[in-house]
């Protein structure tokens, strides 16, 4: 079997956190693997433990410290520059398998046109690995989809109003 298209989505915790695991899948059979994070800027622990690894390329296009709630030019300018880096990527061969993280989300947005990320599905080589990550993955893009994980949220200490702990939630 070929490379898949691999979703995870929902509004549980977990999806880029299985996305990582499954690059480490990777990562530990030789593979080379590139991850794109959309709307990501700040320091997180699988960055800092990618960057031990040389097959591993990690690269962030989010405003640091920024949550988006009301997307700015920057925020648009930022989730188009992460998808001309995958469009170069996946061109140019570079990987085995390509992590979009919060893609979705960035879709969700409306960062970036559904058609054009669609594009690249449709276009992905047979033999890249492929995984989108992130809330309110839209249909089409689960019509598309090889495998969808639904992370669904039963509790989360968000709720309580506990903050994100370094190493466990970034």
């Not at 990582?20 to 960055?47: D, H, P, Y």
């Not at 992460?82 to 398998?97: E, G, S, V, W």
Request: aromatic share 8%.
């Amino acid at each position: 079997m070929s490379g898949l298209i691999q979703v995870y989505t929902g509004d549980g915790k977990g999806k880029t956190t299985a996305a990582v695991g499954q690059a480490l899948r990777a990562v530990g059979w030789g593979k080379k693997v590139c991850i794109v994070q959309f709307m990501k800027g700040n320091k997180t622990g699988e960055m800092l433990a990618f960057k031990k690894f040389p097959n591993v390329k990690v690269w962030q296009f989010g405003q640091a410290g920024k949550f988006v709630k009301k997307p700015t030019k920057k925020d648009v300018q930022l989730a188009q520059e992460a998808l001309d880096l995958a469009n170069t990527i996946i061109k140019d061969k570079k990987c085995d398998l390509l992590v979009l993280d919060e893609i979705n989300v960035a879709l969700h947005f409306k960062l970036l046109a559904l058609k054009d990320v669609l594009a690249i599905l449709k276009r992905k080589p047979t033999n890249l690995e492929l995984v989108l990550t992130g809330q309110k993955a839209p249909k089409e893009i689960l019509a598309l989809a090889d495998l969808i994980t639904e992370m669904k949220k039963i509790k989360h200490p968000f709720d309580k109003g506990f903050k994100a702990r370094q190493g466990i939630e970034y």
